[in-house]
């Protein structure tokens, strides 16, 4: 696990209840009376040179900031290509100057579609950003999609 701040710019991490508006911790590119500024680096600069070559899976949590990072992931989006990222889609993309369409196509010109997966049934679903429940959706390279699906199968016949 990598805990650290990626991407190409410079946010500011409000601390919780420091706001009246956010309830809760948030990342922003502009500067609130109590924020902290948070130096930051891409991904590819932080993991250079195929250092994770068997990335399978990538999860980002970075409250609407992913596009941020996978813009400074570059290098890893065309030579190592994770299987599978997962995100969070949120409306924040707004506060860095972005629409969630932007994501999207991002992640579509790398060779990626969105999914869902329901956990009842061990199925993969396709989908739309307006179809997408909840606000993570999976990211799963069209080149890896029938190994995505294999694994599954085999993680059911595992349990």
């Known amino acids: ?6 991407g190409d710019s410079m946010p500011f991490i409000t601390p919780e ?28 600069n932080i993991l250079p040179d195929n250092s994770l070559a068997n990335l399978t ?4 949590d ?7 990072a996978l813009k400074g992931a570059t290098s890893m989006l065309e030579q ?6 997962i995100l969070e889609i ?23 579609s969105l999914y869902s997966y329901n956990a009842d049934t061990n199925q993969l679903k396709s989908i739309t950003l307006d179809q997408k429940q909840g606000n993570n959706v ?17 993680t059911q016949k595992i349990s």
């Open 138 to 154: 999976l990211a799963i390279a069209d080149s890896a999609l029938d190994f995505v699906r294999d694994r599954l199968i085999e």
């Open 62 to 68: 970075i409250e609407g900031a992913e596009i941020l």
């Open 1 to 6: 696990t990598l805990n650290l701040a990626e």
């Open 80 to 85: 190592q290509r994770p299987y599978v990222w």
């Open 90 to 112: 949120l409306d924040d993309v707004n506060y860095f100057g972005y629409q969630k369409q932007d994501i999207l196509n991002l992640l579509k010109n790398y060779g990626y």
């Open 17 to 44: 209840g420091t706001t009246a508006d956010l309830p809760q911790n948030s990342v922003s590119a502009t500067r609130s009376p109590n924020a902290i500024k948070v130096p930051t680096d891409t991904l590819d």
């Open 57 to 60: 899976l990538a999860k980002m």
